[in-house]
Antibody, heavy 120, light 108 residues
Framework: QITLKESGPALVKPTQTLTLTCAFS??????????VAWIRQPPGKAPEWLAL???????HYSPSLRNRLTITKDTSKNEVVLTMTNMGPLDTATYFC????????????WGQGTLVTVSS | SYVLTQPPSVSVAPGQTARVTCGGD??????VHWYQQKPGQAPLLIVY???DRPSGIPERFSGSNSGNTATLTIRWVEAGDEADYYC???????????FGPGTKVTVL
Protein backbone atom coordinates (compact mmCIF):
# COMPACT_ATOMS: atom_id res chain seq x y z
CA GLN A 1 0.00 0.00 0.00
CA ILE A 2 1.37 3.37 -1.05
CA THR A 3 1.15 6.17 1.49
CA LEU A 4 2.57 9.69 1.53
CA LYS A 5 2.64 12.27 4.28
CA GLU A 6 3.62 15.91 4.10
CA SER A 7 5.26 17.88 6.88
CA GLY A 8 6.51 21.40 7.32
CA PRO A 9 5.75 24.71 8.98
CA ALA A 10 2.14 25.76 9.30
CA LEU A 11 3.07 29.44 9.23
CA VAL A 12 5.74 31.30 7.30
CA LYS A 13 6.44 35.00 6.99
CA PRO A 14 6.46 36.89 3.70
CA THR A 15 9.79 36.67 1.84
CA GLN A 16 10.83 33.54 3.76
CA THR A 17 11.70 30.23 2.15
CA LEU A 18 9.33 27.29 2.65
CA THR A 19 10.72 23.79 3.05
CA LEU A 20 8.32 20.85 2.91
CA THR A 21 9.08 17.16 3.31
CA CYS A 22 7.14 14.26 1.84
CA ALA A 23 7.72 10.98 3.64
CA PHE A 24 6.45 7.97 1.76
CA SER A 25 6.14 4.21 2.07
CA UNK A 26 5.05 1.34 -0.12
CA UNK A 27 7.45 2.13 -2.96
CA UNK A 28 11.05 3.09 -3.62
CA UNK A 29 12.12 6.20 -5.47
CA UNK A 30 15.02 4.20 -6.84
CA UNK A 31 12.63 1.96 -8.79
CA UNK A 32 12.50 2.60 -12.51
CA UNK A 33 9.61 4.79 -13.59
CA UNK A 34 8.60 6.04 -10.14
CA UNK A 35 7.94 9.72 -9.50
CA VAL A 36 6.74 12.00 -6.71
CA ALA A 37 5.01 15.30 -7.36
CA TRP A 38 4.01 18.31 -5.29
CA ILE A 39 0.64 19.96 -5.85
CA ARG A 40 -0.89 22.83 -3.90
CA GLN A 41 -4.44 24.02 -3.44
CA PRO A 42 -5.30 27.51 -2.18
CA PRO A 43 -8.43 27.62 0.00
CA GLY A 44 -11.54 27.25 -2.15
CA LYS A 45 -9.57 26.95 -5.39
CA ALA A 46 -8.38 24.25 -7.77
CA PRO A 47 -5.20 22.24 -7.33
CA GLU A 48 -2.05 23.60 -8.97
CA TRP A 49 0.86 21.34 -9.95
CA LEU A 50 4.25 22.55 -8.71
CA ALA A 51 7.03 20.05 -9.30
CA LEU A 52 7.84 16.43 -10.08
CA UNK A 53 10.94 14.29 -9.55
CA UNK A 54 11.59 10.87 -11.05
CA UNK A 55 13.68 7.93 -9.88
CA UNK A 56 16.59 8.92 -12.15
CA UNK A 57 16.59 12.46 -10.72
CA UNK A 58 14.86 14.01 -13.72
CA UNK A 59 13.03 17.11 -12.42
CA HIS A 60 10.09 19.06 -13.84
CA TYR A 61 8.71 22.37 -12.62
CA SER A 62 5.62 24.50 -13.14
CA PRO A 63 6.52 27.05 -15.84
CA SER A 64 5.08 29.89 -13.76
CA LEU A 65 6.93 29.00 -10.55
CA ARG A 66 10.12 27.28 -11.73
CA ASN A 67 12.41 30.11 -10.63
CA ARG A 68 11.19 29.73 -7.02
CA LEU A 69 11.08 25.94 -6.68
CA THR A 70 13.60 23.21 -5.98
CA ILE A 71 12.68 19.54 -5.62
CA THR A 72 15.10 16.93 -4.32
CA LYS A 73 14.95 13.34 -3.17
CA ASP A 74 16.63 11.26 -0.49
CA THR A 75 16.18 7.69 -1.58
CA SER A 76 17.70 6.24 1.57
CA LYS A 77 15.18 8.10 3.75
CA ASN A 78 12.21 7.65 1.40
CA GLU A 79 11.70 11.40 1.34
CA VAL A 80 11.16 14.15 -1.21
CA VAL A 81 11.78 17.77 -0.27
CA LEU A 82 10.32 20.86 -1.91
CA THR A 83 11.65 24.34 -1.29
CA MET A 84 9.87 27.50 -2.41
CA THR A 85 11.58 30.85 -2.07
CA ASN A 86 10.19 34.32 -1.50
CA MET A 87 6.86 33.22 -0.05
CA GLY A 88 3.93 35.63 -0.25
CA PRO A 89 0.28 35.68 0.90
CA LEU A 90 -0.88 34.15 -2.41
CA ASP A 91 1.18 31.06 -1.60
CA THR A 92 -1.16 30.25 1.29
CA ALA A 93 -2.45 26.79 0.41
CA THR A 94 -2.63 23.14 1.31
CA TYR A 95 0.42 21.43 -0.13
CA PHE A 96 0.09 17.80 -1.23
CA CYS A 97 2.63 15.25 -2.38
CA UNK A 98 1.51 12.48 -4.73
CA UNK A 99 2.72 9.34 -6.46
CA UNK A 100 3.03 8.93 -10.19
CA UNK A 101 4.76 6.83 -12.80
CA UNK A 102 6.67 7.85 -15.91
CA UNK A 103 4.10 6.33 -18.25
CA UNK A 104 1.24 8.07 -16.43
CA UNK A 105 0.32 11.74 -16.52
CA UNK A 106 -1.99 11.56 -13.54
CA UNK A 107 -1.47 11.40 -9.78
CA UNK A 108 -2.57 8.66 -7.39
CA UNK A 109 -2.58 8.44 -4.45
CA TRP A 110 -2.19 11.76 -2.69
CA GLY A 111 -0.99 12.52 0.81
CA GLN A 112 -3.35 14.15 3.29
CA GLY A 113 -1.82 17.56 2.68
CA THR A 114 -0.38 20.21 4.95
CA LEU A 115 -1.78 23.72 5.25
CA VAL A 116 0.77 26.53 4.95
CA THR A 117 -0.27 30.07 5.79
CA VAL A 118 1.86 33.02 4.76
CA SER A 119 1.41 35.94 7.11
CA SER A 120 3.49 38.39 9.06
CA SER B 1 -0.72 27.98 -21.38
CA TYR B 2 -3.48 25.43 -21.74
CA VAL B 3 -6.77 26.37 -20.08
CA LEU B 4 -9.55 24.05 -18.91
CA THR B 5 -13.08 25.20 -18.21
CA GLN B 6 -15.73 23.60 -16.00
CA PRO B 7 -19.18 24.71 -14.88
CA PRO B 8 -19.00 25.98 -11.28
CA SER B 9 -21.87 23.81 -10.15
CA VAL B 10 -24.14 20.94 -11.12
CA SER B 11 -27.22 19.89 -9.18
CA VAL B 12 -28.82 16.47 -9.44
CA ALA B 13 -31.50 14.51 -7.66
CA PRO B 14 -30.62 11.17 -6.06
CA GLY B 15 -30.86 8.31 -8.52
CA GLN B 16 -30.46 10.57 -11.51
CA THR B 17 -27.44 11.12 -13.76
CA ALA B 18 -24.95 13.96 -13.32
CA ARG B 19 -22.71 15.12 -16.14
CA VAL B 20 -19.69 17.30 -15.48
CA THR B 21 -18.00 18.81 -18.50
CA CYS B 22 -14.40 19.89 -18.99
CA GLY B 23 -13.67 22.12 -21.95
CA GLY B 24 -10.35 22.77 -23.65
CA ASP B 25 -8.96 23.46 -27.08
CA UNK B 26 -8.96 20.12 -28.91
CA UNK B 27 -9.03 18.36 -25.53
CA UNK B 28 -9.92 15.16 -27.36
CA UNK B 29 -6.29 14.98 -28.44
CA UNK B 30 -5.26 14.86 -24.78
CA UNK B 31 -5.98 12.27 -22.16
CA VAL B 32 -8.14 13.56 -19.32
CA HIS B 33 -8.19 12.50 -15.69
CA TRP B 34 -10.83 13.21 -13.06
CA TYR B 35 -10.57 13.66 -9.31
CA GLN B 36 -13.23 13.78 -6.61
CA GLN B 37 -12.59 15.90 -3.54
CA LYS B 38 -14.75 15.96 -0.44
CA PRO B 39 -14.38 18.68 2.20
CA GLY B 40 -11.21 18.37 4.22
CA GLN B 41 -9.88 15.49 2.11
CA ALA B 42 -7.24 15.11 -0.56
CA PRO B 43 -8.35 14.68 -4.16
CA LEU B 44 -9.13 11.09 -5.15
CA LEU B 45 -8.52 9.81 -8.67
CA ILE B 46 -11.79 8.41 -10.07
CA VAL B 47 -11.14 8.29 -13.81
CA TYR B 48 -7.85 8.21 -15.72
CA UNK B 49 -7.01 8.20 -19.40
CA UNK B 50 -10.44 9.53 -20.35
CA UNK B 51 -12.49 6.53 -19.28
CA ASP B 52 -10.61 4.04 -17.10
CA ARG B 53 -11.41 3.59 -13.42
CA PRO B 54 -8.93 2.77 -10.67
CA SER B 55 -9.76 -0.29 -8.64
CA GLY B 56 -12.40 0.40 -6.04
CA ILE B 57 -14.14 3.15 -7.99
CA PRO B 58 -17.77 2.21 -8.73
CA GLU B 59 -18.88 1.62 -12.30
CA ARG B 60 -21.36 4.45 -11.78
CA PHE B 61 -18.47 6.79 -12.60
CA SER B 62 -17.49 6.95 -16.27
CA GLY B 63 -15.71 9.31 -18.60
CA SER B 64 -15.56 10.27 -22.24
CA ASN B 65 -13.50 12.70 -24.28
CA SER B 66 -13.95 14.04 -27.79
CA GLY B 67 -13.46 17.27 -29.67
CA ASN B 68 -13.31 20.19 -27.28
CA THR B 69 -15.14 18.57 -24.36
CA ALA B 70 -14.47 15.79 -21.88
CA THR B 71 -17.33 14.56 -19.72
CA LEU B 72 -17.53 12.82 -16.36
CA THR B 73 -20.82 10.96 -15.95
CA ILE B 74 -22.11 9.85 -12.58
CA ARG B 75 -25.05 7.47 -12.84
CA TRP B 76 -27.49 6.62 -10.05
CA VAL B 77 -26.19 9.55 -8.03
CA GLU B 78 -26.01 9.06 -4.27
CA ALA B 79 -25.76 11.56 -1.45
CA GLY B 80 -22.16 10.46 -0.94
CA ASP B 81 -21.25 11.70 -4.42
CA GLU B 82 -21.63 15.30 -3.30
CA ALA B 83 -18.15 16.75 -3.80
CA ASP B 84 -15.94 18.93 -5.96
CA TYR B 85 -14.79 17.34 -9.21
CA TYR B 86 -11.66 18.41 -11.08
CA CYS B 87 -10.45 17.47 -14.54
CA UNK B 88 -6.73 17.40 -15.31
CA UNK B 89 -4.52 17.03 -18.36
CA UNK B 90 -0.85 17.12 -19.16
CA UNK B 91 -0.01 19.92 -21.56
CA UNK B 92 2.97 18.57 -23.45
CA UNK B 93 3.64 21.90 -25.12
CA UNK B 94 4.54 23.54 -21.83
CA UNK B 95 5.27 20.35 -19.82
CA UNK B 96 2.65 21.46 -17.37
CA UNK B 97 0.01 19.48 -15.51
CA UNK B 98 -3.18 21.56 -15.69
CA PHE B 99 -6.28 21.29 -13.52
CA GLY B 100 -9.71 22.60 -14.33
CA PRO B 101 -11.34 25.11 -11.93
CA GLY B 102 -13.62 22.46 -10.49
CA THR B 103 -17.34 21.69 -10.41
CA LYS B 104 -19.32 21.37 -7.22
CA VAL B 105 -21.85 18.58 -7.54
CA THR B 106 -24.81 19.04 -5.23
CA VAL B 107 -27.24 16.21 -4.56
CA LEU B 108 -30.68 17.67 -4.03
Amino acid sequence: QITLKESGPALVKPTQTLTLTCAFSGFSLSSRGVGVAWIRQPPGKAPEWLALIYWHDDKHYSPSLRNRLTITKDTSKNEVVLTMTNMGPLDTATYFCTYTLLRWNWFDPWGQGTLVTVSS
Amino acid sequence: SYVLTQPPSVSVAPGQTARVTCGGDDIGSNTVHWYQQKPGQAPLLIVYEDSDRPSGIPERFSGSNSGNTATLTIRWVEAGDEADYYCQVWDKTSDNYVFGPGTKVTVL
